[in-house]
């Protein structure tokens, strides 16, 4: 649907203008999407983000500063998001044996299981293939690229 229709206005500065408003509400709009699936088995969007990263890295350990540096939300508390995923059991967290002062985050078994189920159910094709081919999620991923310079 059209942005103009979403949000019922037609008053925009410009292409510009429309196209920033556009990703803003379509931001809220995916996050909502995703928001829905991730409610059903108590994580947040930054939990699964990180979860996620860590899925990559393992079998190896991760740092705070390592999931701070890839994490999507910049603005994300990474070692509040650790405890609690430390709490629901997906990840452990030790010392490490380089760096006493640094803590490794390692995914667990439980967390790997939780990933595995959230793959199927979260597919972004699934999201996107209502609307948009393949070829267009293309098109879209390199105007975004092209946006951020």
Known sequence: MEIEKEIFSTKFENNHHKAIINLI????????????????????????????????????????????????????????????????????????????????ILITQKGLDLLLKLDVEMSSKNILDKNINSAEAGILSDLLDKMRG
Do not use: C
């Open 25 to 104: 509400y379509t931001y809220g709009w995916i996050t909502n999407l995703l928001k829905q699936q991730l409610n059903k088995y108590k994580i947040t969007l930054q939990q699964y983000n990180v979860l996620r990263i860590l899925r990559g890295q393992h079998p190896n350990p991760a740092t705070i500063n390592m999931l701070k540096e890839r994490m999507l939300d910049k603005m994300s508390d990474a070692s509040r998001i650790v405890d609690r995923l430390v709490q629901k059991e997906l990840v452990i967290r030790f010392i490490n044996s380089k760096d006493r002062r640094a803590a490794d």
